[in-house]
Structures are given as structure tokens and as C-alpha cells.
């Protein structure tokens, strides 16, 4: 795995995992958060690759 800051996968998980380290230090927003950057993620996959059953998209929702 490389680090790929220009592609937005890479910047939903990076966004994600600082909300996680947040909401672990105590800041219960986090999580709502983490929720919903995964909500957005789906959407944007989908609406990228045309599916909802494209690999990419069924990824974000597993």
C-alpha cells in the first residue's frame, strides 16, 4: 500500500482514521462523524462507478 493523496479514496480513510483516533481520545463527535464520512464515501463510489454492486462499492459498504 503506498500513500496516494490525490486520489479521494485515500483522503476518506485518512479523514477517517483521524476522526477514529479522536473519538478514541474522548471526543464522542468522532464517531458520528466516522459514520458519516462512510455514508458519503458509499455515495461518491457509487455514483463513480456507476453500480451499486461495483467492487469498490460493495467495499465501502462491508
Keep these: ?25 474522548g471526543w464522542e463527535d468522532g464517531y458520528d462523524l466516522v459514520i458519516l ?3 458519503v464515501q458509499v455515495i461518491f463510489f457509487t455514483i463513480r462507478e456507476k453500480s451499486l454492486f461495483a ?8
Design 37 to 39: 464520512i462512510s455514508a
Design 55 to 62: 467492487f469498490d462499492t460493495q467495499v465501502k459498504l462491508g
Design 1 to 25: 500500500m503506498t500513500i496516494q493523496p490525490k486520489q479521494p479514496a485515500w483522503w476518506f480513510w485518512a479523514i477517517t482514521l483521524v476522526c477514529i483516533v479522536a473519538a478514541l481520545a
